[in-house]
């Protein structure tokens, strides 16, 4: 994404078919919607889940 952002004045956003942005690098880097495609707010909660899943086989492997 950054080198989209560093070479592009004017940038088309989309996810999974649709346009979800439009504009210059600067507000679609800030655009809400994006961040959540593209750097995954629920990506990061569903690793956090995975991570903990993986510590309790962990903990229960050596019983």
């Given at each position: ?28 880097r ?27 086989m ?6």
């Amino acid at each position: 994404m950054g080198l989209v952002l560093s070479v592009c004045d004017f940038i088309y956003v989309m996810d999974f078919g649709k346009i979800i942005a439009s504009g210059t690098p600067e507000e679609v880097r800030s655009n809400p919607e994006v961040i959540a495609a593209y750097l995954g707010e629920e990506a990061g909660e569903v690793q956090a889940r995975s991570a903990e899943e993986l510590r309790g086989m962990s903990d229960t492997a050596g019983e």
